[in-house]
């Protein structure tokens, strides 16, 4: 068995079930899409298969209010006119509606992201991957980016139970503004993001002087990039930024957020990426052999989203697939071609040598700041919940010596799950 040889995936087949609502980009079918895809290619015979075992609410108050989550659990669209002041407040609306289900959904791609963490602290697994997370854009109290519940910053706080430091790199085409701004005052988690950044383009934050505040000052590194990158672009920059990151950083845990929405020809893209080329930086970040959380996030094509993500369940297995598509149960989705692999456009690439070299010197210049070995102390910033009064006292985010044997995981082990290897 090689480095990082268990691979643990989690996938619960309720997901593809819920909608957000007609003409909505976020499709949580792309999430089943991508299982079948995998089925199809025979990959479950090189991973362990899991269905989540729900989380409690009051587990995802280590981050977010109780108001919150209690208006999450209640809210439904038969008694929204009810609650418009509270929507308001929690910005539930156009790109983060009130649909049926809600509050299960968010549980379900929660779970699988804290039964991972639990999974890696337990050393059970070397690699977790759950598709359905990745919603980084979540704050303590405000829906934000398609997403309710930030499934990324409590898998990060279940991690940093058994881990000194925890490296969250965010792949998405967006800024993954909730993760940074949870940890943006504490050395022990560094926040590395990849995204857009241009006049309209969601959320807007993310500009490469942003870079952490008090302890956490220099480990929040973000790199804005502009229209049409691709491949060659991409990978530099990544490559780099991210080596550099794990020499300064030293992470013994990794979160790697693998928004799709950076391929070419996304809905709601700008971007120029090939899967091979998404691929090949969950590659990099593998070749580190630190314990990793592989999750989804964004990607508003259909066809191309599960190209991706089971291209990348397979590099994480070590397994090689044929480019021809096997017959799955979504085969006409990837018409004409019936292939896994797309060819990017011929758009314009307007990040310029000079701009990538720039912001490269930029980032370089932060990670120049930072010691060798950083510091132990955690400062998360967050207040204290009622429902979860441990939060913010240390009870959460306390490390433990890895001699430690105690078990203050919260959530049970995991039953493997064979029924759900049918497609
Ligand atoms: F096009 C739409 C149709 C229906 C509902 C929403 C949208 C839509 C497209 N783009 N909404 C957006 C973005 N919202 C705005 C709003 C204007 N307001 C001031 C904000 O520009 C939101 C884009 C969300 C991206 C989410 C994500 O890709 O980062 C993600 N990552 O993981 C999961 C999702
Ligand atoms: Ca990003």
């Not at 085969?331 to 060819?343: A, K, M, T, V, W």
């Not at 490390?399 to 919260?410: L, M, R």
Request: glycine share 10%.
């Amino acid at each position: 068995m090689g480095p990082l040889s268990r691979v643990s995936y989690f996938y619960d087949p309720e997901i593809g079930n819920y909608h957000f609502g007609l003409g909505h980009p976020m499709k949580p079918h792309r999430v089943r899409m991508t299982h079948n895809l995998v089925v199809n290619y025979g990959l479950y015979r090189k991973l362990q298969v899991f269905r989540p075992r729900l989380v409690s609410p009051v587990s995802m108050t280590r981050f977010h209010s109780d108001d919150y989550i209690n208006f999450l659990r209640r809210i439904a669209p038969d008694n929204m006119q009810e609650h418009i002041p509270q929507l308001q407040r929690f910005n539930l609306g156009e790109d983060c509606p009130v649909f049926d289900g809600l509050f299960d959904y968010c549980q379900l791609y929660t779970s699988g992201s804290l039964g991972g963490a639990d999974r890696i602290n337990q050393n059970l697994t070397d690699i977790v991957i759950n598709w359905a997370g990745g919603m980084h854009n979540p704050k303590a109290s405000e829906a934000s980016g398609f997403g309710y519940v930030n499934d990324c910053v409590l898998a990060i706080l279940e991690l940093l139970k058994k881990h000194k430091r925890v490296l969250y790199i965010d792949m998405d085409l967006h800024h993954g503004d909730g993760v940074e701004e949870a940890f943006f005052s504490t050395n022990r988690v560094m926040t590395v993001s990849f995204h857009a950044k241009f006049a309209g383009m969601f959320p807007g934050s993310g500009d490469a002087s942003d870079i952490g505040y008090k302890e956490g000052k220099n480990y929040a590194i973000n790199v804005p990039l502009e229209e049409g990158v691709d491949d060659d672009s991409y990978r530099g920059i990544f490559q780099s930024v991210i080596a550099k990151a794990m020499e300064v950083f030293a992470p013994d845990a990794v979160v790697l957020q693998c928004g799709a929405n950076t391929l070419s020809g996304d809905r709601l893209g700008c971007f120029n990426l090939s899967v091979r080329g998404h691929g090949e930086c969950v590659k990099f970040v593998k070749s580190f052999g630190i314990p990793m959380l592989v999750l989804g996030g964004g990607g508003y094509s259909l066809r191309n989203v599960p190209r991706c993500w089971t291209y990348e369940t397979a590099l994480l297995t070590g397994e090689e697939i044929k480019d021809e598509l096997p017959f799955n149960d979504y085969f006409e989705y990837y018409g004409p071609d019936y292939r896994l692999h797309i060819r990017p456009s011929n758009m314009s690439n307007q990040n310029t040598t000079e701009h990538l070299n720039k912001i490269k010197s930029q980032v370089m210049d932060i990670f120049r700041e930072i010691e060798a070995v950083p510091g132990t102390q955690i400062q998360t910033g967050q207040v204290q919940s009622q429902l979860n009064p441990g939060f913010g006292t240390g009870t959460g985010e306390s490390y433990e010596e890895p001699s430690n044997e105690d078990g203050t995981a919260v959530s049970a082990v995991q039953q493997e799950h064979p029924a759900e290897l049918a497609a």
